[in-house]
């Protein structure tokens, strides 16, 4: 039923009211949420009034049959009534036809299993004859070749017999299939017997006659015995007997521990005679097996493979045997030479391998997953993290010793973690399933330097050079905040307030501001000695290793702020300890009647001693801009520091000069005048000369190191300053 259409700016939809499960609370609840009440009851009265117009509009059109409905239901009730008893006849005989017809499916249905179980008694039956007829078959084959024997001195060939084994295990392997089939029937129990007696005789005949054939090199008695060995589905048999018949005895004469440890390259001379045994030994089987490249399509004998089954575990049986030391991991540059020749000879017996699948079964094979895990790589791992690790912590000692000759890190500290780096990815340490284990000891190596240069930055500097901090007893060393062993407890080191911090030189300090900064230029090398590694055991996400490699460059950048202050803030204080000499100048002139100044005083030369020392002495180890960055920086503080000095002497001046003219006035007298017996300059201006004639010769000298003054902070202002007193001596001079 569909109802009136209505205005389109109702708030409702009018199929709402036509949904089985409406509700009038929930049809209210859900308008209130758009419109108020009073605008829903104007939009349901105008929709009650088209639903209204509707239904009168619906009973005149079809009036006619609304008047005619009663009238057209008169005798309605008699027809039913008519209608009733032919049904019910008919529905009496539907119901005895289905009767009928199911007891018709149910006879069927029992014939059915009858002759169902008729037949599988049949095929049992059946079965039972053919293991009958096969045992006799095989029994009369054995009896006749017996008979043939014993009637012919020269009996049948090696090719005749094996014609035969393959004829009698044909027949075999259907009595197999009978015998399984049947298998829980008396009978069956009383054949066993003569099965086992036909069993153990085939497969001893096979094994004589692979024998045979492997010692007579006879390809077509190996062919057939292998087909045989197919057919009765005994193909592992077959491999074991090679195993032990031409593999072991091979094996025992090749593996010898004397003879491995008495010859320099005894494991590797060991390993090419075990690799000699396939193309030597094997060349037969592979030939027949498809194991070849020249092998023929035709005379292939499929479904085995003897490198895999045969030769690898009786390898891996007498090296885990009679080699027992070739897996020790004591000593670390013999086990890695170990590991990576026994890895060659692994990789050299793929190759013999046929194909890819018979690559794929080696790698499956149990004897090679025991022969991987014979090497305990984690063991070797930890010897060789506490050699670096060791080595290296005793390198990052409070001595901070100078690097050996010819390296290119001025102390030993960086030297021993550039060296460490390099001997983790070094073809002598570095092993593929390592490599996670070795990234991480990296990444371990370059935290630890960053902490350590942390360190170094808040020691408190001494004024001891390096020769001298190297002849010290050095301080107790405190815990470093970061150990490369994770498994360390960190919590055990002694406190800083409980152990005074060793001191560090300056040189000391400028020297590992050089190594950080050129070991933060040599992190990209470390990449690419990586890449190939990780190449090798197909790690392609280049990507990540490289923003760790970043992450640790970041790391290392962090330090450069705090030890660069440090370094400014040591040059800072040196060189003012001479320029606050400043303080000294006017008890230099006042009441000792000096000639007027001319020159600088010494205190410059000596305040700027420490920045030309940084120059010239650091010009091969330190990159020119660092220089620069360190003396403006140093220069800026200590002439800040003497621009307040200056200022403060010529303020005293000032309050000197004029307390004189008081005094002066006070007495009238011209006894305590303040110039000089030669009737010159005063006391109070030779001061202001002498203290332009300074900051005038300390700026010539910044600009001859190749700054410029506008980046010394506070030193036009100084300038300004002696300037200004400068010329109001030569203006009360003249």
């Not at 859900?30 to 209204?52: G, M, N, W």
């Not at 057919?231 to 195993?243: N, S, Y």
Request: hydrophobic share 35%.
């Amino acid at each position: 039923m569909n109802l009136p259409r209505g205005p389109e700016n109702l708030c409702f939809d009018k199929d709402e009211f036509m949904k089985p499960d409406f509700d009038v609370d929930h049809f209210v609840s859900d308008c209130r949420k758009r419109v108020q009440l009073e605008e829903l009851r104007e939009d349901l009265e105008l929709y009650y009034k088209l639903l209204k117009t509707a239904m009168v509009e619906l009973i005149n059109k079809d009036y006619a049959d609304f008047v005619n409905l009663s009238t057209n239901l008169v005798g309605m009730d008699k027809a039913l009534n008519q209608l009733s008893v032919p049904l019910g006849q008919l529905r009496e005989e539907v119901m005895s036809l289905k009767s009928c017809v199911s007891e018709g499916i149910q006879a069927v249905d029992d014939r059915m299993a009858k002759q169902e179980d008729i037949r599988r008694k049949k095929m049992c039956v059946l079965r039972l004859i053919h293991v009958i007829q096969s045992v006799e078959k095989i029994e009369k084959i054995l009896h006749s070749q017996g008979t043939k024997e014993l009637s012919s001195l020269e009996g049948n060939s090696p090719l005749l017999t094996g014609q035969v084994l393959e004829r009698i295990a044909t027949e075999f392997n259907q009595l197999q299939f009978h015998a399984v089939q049947s298998k829980g029937m008396p009978l069956l129990d009383k054949v066993r017997p003569r099965i086992a007696g036909i069993t153990a005789m085939l497969q001893q005949s096979l094994e004589g006659l692979l024998l045979e054939g492997l010692q007579t090199s006879n390809v077509d008695i190996i062919r057939h015995c292998l087909r045989t060995y197919a057919t009765i589905d005994k193909t592992r048999d077959a491999e074991a007997l090679v195993g032990q018949v031409l593999v072991k005895p091979y094996i025992d004469e090749v593996i010898v521990e004397q003879y491995v440890q008495s010859h320099p390259n005894g494991l590797q001379a060991m390993y090419n005679k075990l690799l000699e045994f396939v193309p030597h030994h094997c060349r037969l089987l592979r030939e027949v097996t498809g194991g070849a490249i020249s092998s023929e399509k035709a005379d292939i004998v499929p479904g085995y493979d003897f490198l895999v089954n045969s030769v690898w575990p009786e390898i891996v049986h007498g090296l885990e045997e009679k080699l027992p030391s070739l897996f020790n991991p004591g000593n670390p540059d013999v086990f890695h030479e170990k590991y990576t020749t026994s890895m060659d000879f692994v990789r050299k017996f793929e190759r013999q391998c046929g194909s890819q699948a018979s690559v794929k079964r080696l790698r499956s094979h149990p004897s090679y997953h025991s022969f991987n895990n014979k090497w305990n790589l984690p063991v070797y791992f930890q010897i060789r993290f506490r050699e670096i690790a060791g080595t290296l912590e005793e390198a990052l000692s409070d001595t901070l010793e100078e690097a050996p000759a010819g390296s290119s890190y001025c102390l030993l500290a960086t030297h021993m973690v550039w060296t460490s780096l390099l001997k983790c990815w070094s073809d002598q340490m570095f092993l593929p399933l390592l490599a996670h284990r070795l990234w991480k000891l990296s990444l371990q190596i370059l935290a630890r330097y960053s902490v350590f240069v942390g360190e170094v930055s808040v020691r408190p500097i001494s004024s001891e050079n390096m020769k001298e901090s190297k002849k010290s007893v050095p301080v107790s060393r405190k815990e470093s905040s970061v150990s490369l062993n994770p498994g360390e407890d960190q919590g055990n080191g002694a406190s800083p307030e409980s152990q005074p911090l060793p001191s560090v030189s300056s040189t000391q300090l400028v020297y590992v501001a050089a190594d950080l900064d050129k070991l933060q230029d040599q992190i990209p090398d470390i990449l690419e000695m990586i890449k190939p590694k990780l190449e090798m055991i197909g790690f392609k996400n280049v990507s990540c290793i490289a923003g760790a490699l970043e992450d640790s460059k970041t790391s290392l950048s962090a330090c450069v702020p705090t030890l660069n202050n440090r370094i400014i803030q040591d040059l800072s204080e040196s060189s003012f300890a001479y320029l606050k000499s400043a303080l000294e100048v006017p008890r230099l002139y006042r009441r000792t009647n000096k000639e007027v100044p001319t020159k600088a005083s010494p205190y410059v030369d000596s305040a700027l001693k420490p920045f030309y020392r940084l120059q010239n002495e650091y010009k091969d180890t330190l990159k020119q801009p660092m220089v620069h960055q360190w003396l403006e920086g140093a220069l800026s503080e200590s002439t800040q520091k003497y621009y307040e000095t200056v200022s403060d002497v010529l303020s005293s001046v000032k309050k000197m000069e004029e307390s004189l003219k008081r005094l002066k006035q006070a007495r009238r007298t011209t006894t305590s005048n303040p110039v000089g017996t030669n009737g010159g300059m005063s006391d109070d201006n030779k001061i202001r000369l002498q203290l332009a004639l300074d900051v005038e010769y300390f700026g010539e000298q910044i600009r001859k190191m190749g700054l410029e003054t506008s980046s010394i902070k506070s030193f036009s202002a100084l300038t300004e300053l002696v300037l200004t007193a400068k010329d109001q001596a030569t203006a009360e001079q003249s």
